[in-house]
Nanobody
Framework: QVQLVESGGGLVQAGGSLRLSCAASGRTISGYAMGWFRQAPGKEREFVAVISRSGANLGYADSVKGRFTISRDNAKNTVYLQMNSLKPEDTAVYYC??????????????????WGQGTQVTVSS
């Protein structure tokens, strides 16, 4: 079992930045690809970013490419999502997730085994 706890969300003006953290406990995250997803009000949860176990392979949704950066520190058992140039449409609850099975990484929600409780990000215009 892996427990995931997100932090770093909050209220920010458009154009601003936030850094989300996902702290894991129970097991080391080195055995998991790690992803970030988000869910806006009235919408389905969607893929945001993913990082492979080694950190060598990264994937991003087109909507955040060039603005968001995912990283991981396996020694600290933590994954990060640096979000720059934030837009009002980035407003959502952001979830961290761990994938034990996919060879490199997956952008598909159902491939993830463990989820955090989410952290709210609100971007004002």
């Amino acid at each position: 079992q892996v427990q995931l706890v997100e932090s770093g969300g909050g209220l920010v003006q458009a154009g601003g930045s936030l850094r989300l953290s996902c702290a894991a406990s129970g097991r080391t995250i080195s055995g998991y690809a790690m992803g970030w997803f988000r869910q806006a009000p009235g919408k389905e949860r969607e893929f945001v970013a993913v990082i492979s176990r080694s950190g060598a392979n990264l994937g991003y949704a087109d909507s955040v490419k060039g603005r968001f950066t995912i990283s991981r520190d396996n020694a600290k058992n933590t994954v990060y999502l640096q979000m720059n140039s934030l837009k009002p449409e980035d407003t959502a609850v952001y979830y961290c997730a761990a994938d034990a099975r996919t060879f490199f990484y997956s952008k598909v929600e159902r491939d993830y085994d463990y989820w955090g409780q989410g952290t709210q990000v609100t971007v004002s215009s």
